[in-house]
């Protein structure tokens, strides 16, 4: 019988410390200050979702990039976008400086050094961005703690989990050390959205319409389960599903692109609202120790995970999943 929840993961494990960002204290009917550093395809794709979906939630976006070009004309076309009569409120674009990256309410790290072109990639591709990757967060991460920063540090890049805990660790080099509960990955959105689809075009997936979940992370330590239900869960079923979701983006290279459009809005755009609104998102966050993808969301106390009774077999491979992102970690 089912019993174990998602946190019993960190069974044995102390406790997370409390943090009360700024971000928090200006939860309500403030609209938050957002900035976002790294405008490539997904930085920029993640911009324009934000720019057009979130006048409720964001009071500014701040936008970084090495490139000044690419600064400048997204400056240049977001402020131009407007709705004609008045009835959607866009939030305004400026550029930022080196030393205004942290003078915000939400940081979110879109920067990636490395990504495979299409046709080279020999394994995993989140895999091989992390070496690259993982030195650019840091020095973010630790100019955060250099500033003191009480707010949220939101990661994107890939791969998004181990990122989380290279930023948490590399902050500790600065002043003040970011919180674990500062830092959220924004990856499993897409999942979610891979796992929709797939269960909308095959039968044999549609119970995960009804009441399936992802969990764990944006690449191979995914779990899918096409159900939460003791009765109706199926391991086989939801291994494949697991297994589909996870060679997803593939199918997008194979068909000659790289896969951005869509992790960009499901787990970057979409996300974030739904995070800066303290409402329910797929989202990583430390979890003993681990940063952990499950259904979660942000509240005046922090983090509240969705944590229902979850069957036997479904429990031991999230165990086994956070296993091995600790080993990775």
């Known amino acids: 019988m089912g019993g174990n929840t998602i946190l019993d993961l960190r069974k044995n494990r102390e406790a997370c410390p409390k943090c009360d960002p700024i971000w928090l204290c200006r939860k309500g009917t403030l609209r938050k200050r957002v900035h976002l550093a790294g405008l490539g395809d997904v ?14 939630a964001i009071e500014s976006l701040g936008i970084y990039d090495l490139d000044a070009h690419r600064m400048q004309r997204l400056e240049l076309e977001l402020n131009q976008i407007c709705d004609p009569f008045g009835g959607r409120r866009i939030p305004p674009v400026y550029l930022l400086e080196e030393r205004e990256l942290f003078d915000c309410d939400v940081f979110v790290f879109c920067v990636a050094r490395q990504v495979p072109e299409v046709g080279t990639e020999q394994k995993d591709v989140r895999m091989a961005q992390f070496e690259a990757n993982k030195a650019i967060v840091e020095w973010y991460a630790k100019r955060a703690g250099e500033a003191g920063y009480p707010g949220l540090f939101l990661v994107m890049s890939d791969p998004v989990e181990l990122l989380c805990k290279a930023a948490l660790l590399a902050s500790k080099k600065g002043s003040r050390a970011l919180l674990p509960g500062q ?5 499993l959105g897409v999942m979610h959205g891979r796992a929709v689809y797939a269960a909308q075009r095959e039968e044999v997936f549609r119970s995960y319409l009804a009441g399936g979940r992802v969990f764990g992370s944006h690449g191979g330590e995914l779990v899918a389960a096409n159900s939460l239900s003791e009765g109706d869960y199926d391991d086989e ?5 697991t297994d589909w979701v996870i060679h997803a983006n593939l199918q997008v290279r194979r068909a000659g692109f790289k896969p951005y459009i869509a992790p960009a809005c499901s787990s970057g755009a979409l996300t974030i609202l739904r995070i800066l609104k303290g409402q329910w998102n797929y989202s990583s966050n430390d979890l003993g120790g681990v940063y952990f993808g499950g ?3 942000t509240t005046e106390k922090g983090i509240e995970w969705e944590a229902p009774p979850l069957p036997a077999p479904l429990f031991e491979r999230l165990k086994c999943s956070w296993c091995n992102l600790e080993k990775l970690l």
């Open 295 to 297: 259904k979660n969301r």
């Open 43 to 56: 930085g920029r794709t993640t911009l324009v979702g934000l720019s057009l979906l979130g006048g409720d």
């Open 183 to 187: 830092i959220q990955g924004c990856g």
């Open 237 to 241: 079923t939801s291994r494949r599903l």
